[in-house]
């Protein structure tokens, strides 16, 4: 079994089930860990107008599998898990030689108008 396997099957193991939206493509659910960032200066609590909804400045890290390419997603996918919508702010890959092992990116919470916040 190569890493990029043995990774997969950890984050089965210790992530949640999220999917991808990008326009009108639903990815079929898989496996990732989504956690939050703890960044220095914690004193931004205001919320952010988007098109798509109020978004928190609290941003969460991305660890998914090698066969759910994040760079091939445009910059308006969200991704959906356990309730929550997120939005990439940053996308990566970690590789070994050409072997893509995960992806890799941060992302930020889109809070919905019926949300309570």
Do not use: C
């Not at 326009?23 to 939050?36: D, L, T």
């Amino acid at each position: 079994m190569n890493r990029a396997y043995k990774i997969k099957y950890g984050l089965e193991k210790t992530g949640e089930k999220i999917f991808f939206k990008d326009g009108n493509w639903i990815s079929p659910p898989f496996f990732a860990v989504i956690q939050p960032r703890w960044k220095n200066n914690k004193s931004d609590f205001e919320l952010k107008e988007t098109e798509i909804g109020r978004v928190s400045t609290d941003y969460y890290t991305y660890i998914g599998p090698f066969d759910h390419n994040i760079l091939a997603l445009s910059d308006s996918a969200v991704v959906y898990a356990d309730g929550n919508k997120y939005l990439f702010r940053k996308r990566d890959s970690v590789k070994t030689g050409n072997q893509i092992l995960y992806y890799t990116g941060v992302l930020r919470k889109v809070w919905e108008e019926n949300d309570a916040s």
